[in-house]
């Protein structure tokens, strides 16, 4: 009868090991510009930077991914209203990086593990590319639940 009422766990990939010589920085952000040539690489079209520069000055944190030579290769950055919802923004590795998709499932894993110890109980919601559904689903994500989408506006200035 108990084991009945147990509810299983669903389980967790394991921690994705981030290859020797890259490194992740939750200090420093990277300029405007920097983000902008990767997202631009990504595929996402060019944006202003003062209007980069002020989403990264909104955002609760940041999470660079670096080469061996110190180019920014990777990143995510997080805004939340600190109560029910936590979202992750500008999910972005260099196409062009061979080591992209373990970069890509060291990103997602370290901001999806950051989301839960800071903010336990907010939902997620992600700003992804294609590219980046395996490693989300691999975490338990789900696209477009029950046919939600999701809305966006966007502001001038």
Same mark, same amino acid.
Do not use: K
């Given at each position: 009868?108990?084991?009945?009422?147990? !509810?299983?766990?669903?389980?967790?990939?394991?921690?994705?090991?981030?290859? %020797?010589?890259?490194?992740?920085?939750?200090?420093?952000?990277?300029? =405007?510009?920097?983000?902008?040539?990767? %997202?631009?690489?990504?595929?996402?079209?060019?944006?202003?930077?003062?209007?980069?520069?002020? /989403? %990264?000055? =909104?955002? /609760?944190?940041?999470?660079?991914? +670096?080469?061996?030579?110190?180019?920014?290769?990777?990143?995510? +950055? /997080?805004?939340?209203?600190?109560?029910?919802? =936590?979202?992750?923004?500008?999910?972005?590795?260099?196409?062009?990086?061979?080591?992209?998709?373990?970069?890509?499932?060291?990103?997602?894993?370290?901001?999806?593990? +950051?989301?839960?110890?800071?903010?336990?109980?907010?939902? !997620?919601?992600?700003?992804?590319?294609?590219?980046?559904?395996? /490693?989300?689903?691999?975490?338990?994500?789900?696209?477009?639940?029950?046919? !939600?989408?999701?809305?966006?506006?966007?502001?001038?200035?």
């Amino acid at each position: 009868m108990l084991d009945s009422l147990l !509810i299983p766990f669903r389980g967790q990939p394991q921690p994705p090991q981030l290859p %020797l010589g890259y490194g992740l920085d939750t200090e420093t952000p990277p300029s =405007a510009e920097e983000l902008n040539a990767l %997202l631009v690489a990504c595929g996402d079209p060019a944006r202003p930077p003062q209007r980069l520069q002020r /989403a %990264l000055e =909104a955002s /609760a944190w940041q999470l660079s991914l +670096r080469g061996p030579d110190g180019q920014l290769l990777g990143f995510v +950055r /997080a805004t939340s209203d600190q109560a029910l919802n =936590a979202n992750l923004w500008d999910l972005a590795v260099h196409p062009a990086e061979p080591q992209a998709e373990p970069l890509l499932q060291v990103l997602v894993h370290t901001a999806l593990g +950051r989301l839960r110890r800071e903010l336990p109980g907010c939902s !997620i919601s992600v700003a992804a590319p294609q590219g980046a559904l395996v /490693a989300l689903q691999q975490h338990g994500f789900v696209v477009d639940p029950g046919g !939600i989408r999701a809305m966006g506006l966007r502001l001038n200035s």
